[in-house]
T-cell receptor, first 112, second 115 residues
Framework: AQSVTQLGSHVSVSEGALVLLRCNYS??????LFWYVQYPNQGLQLLLK??????LVKGINGFEAEFKKSETSFHLTKPSAHMSDAAEYFC??????????FGSGTKLNVKP | NAGVTQTPKFQVLKTGQSMTLQCAQD?????MSWYRQDPGMGLRLIHY???????DQGEVPNGYNVSRSTTEDFPLRLLSAAPSQTSVYFC??????????????FGNGTRLTVT
């Protein structure tokens, strides 16, 4: 079975500090990879998606993620956290016929 | 465009009652799906559809029924509600129907409580 692992259900950083949210997937075939963000009482919004064109993917709001096939990872980073980044972040993998599997989510807290 | 619209936003049911969660999209997406979100478990796929008249089961289909008579609508039916079905339900749609990287577009969710 395919799975997505997000290390750390809660991550807390200071405003201006580096944000690193980890995602590992299990798959023998490189899947389609996505990061979504969820603000309170809202649905999920696409943050970025991996395409085979480049291993480093830039998304909205200054976030980026790097695909590392050898580590089966797709970690999300942002150089400098902002208070508005506080939300829950989900890593997802997609396979044929758009079957998406989501990680359990990481809640990001940003301290002033 | 409205995107993906879910109704109702909140619902309280008694054990054994049935109800239908509505989902409609106006983006002409072929793919539609239902997820449930539970604390610490991320989103789990209940059912999905790759086009009108075609549905299939996801990870957690038991207790739920779907149909897809039009491209726009994908209702989720709870046949006999149980407390274990207390959750937040999300409908999502996508342009692609095959092996591509079309992302999901989500509705704002339905918060269901079964007592």
């Amino acid at each position: 079975a395919q799975s997505v692992t997000q290390l750390g259900s809660h991550v807390s950083v200071s405003e201006g500090a580096l944000v690193l949210l980890r995602c590992n997937y299990s798959s023998s075939v490189p899947p389609y990879l996505f990061w979504y963000v969820q603000y309170p009482n809202q649905g999920l919004q696409l943050l970025l998606k991996y395409t085979s064109a480049a291993t480093l993917v830039k998304g909205i709001n200054g976030f980026e993620a790097e695909f590392k096939k050898s580590e089966t990872s797709f970690h999300l980073t942002k150089p400098s956290a902002h208070m508005s980044d506080a939300a829950e972040y989900f890593c997802a993998v997609g396979y044929n016929f758009n079957k998406f599997y989501f990680g359990s989510g990481t809640k990001l807290n940003v301290k002033p | 465009n409205a995107g993906v619209t879910q109704t109702p936003k909140f619902q309280v049911l008694k054990t054994g009652q049935s109800m239908t969660l509505q989902c409609a999209q106006d983006m002409n997406h072929e793919y539609m799906s239902w997820y449930r979100q539970d604390p610490g478990m991320g989103l789990r796929l209940i059912h999905y559809s790759v086009g009108a008249g075609i549905t299939d089961q996801g990870e957690v289909p038991n207790g739920y029924n779907v149909s897809r008579s039009t491209t726009e609508d994908f209702p989720l039916r709870l046949l006999s509600a149980a407390p274990s079905q207390t959750s937040v339900y999300f409908c999502a749609s996508s342009y692609g129907r095959g092996a591509d990287n079309s992302p999901l577009h989500f509705g704002n969710g339905t918060r269901l409580t079964v007592t």
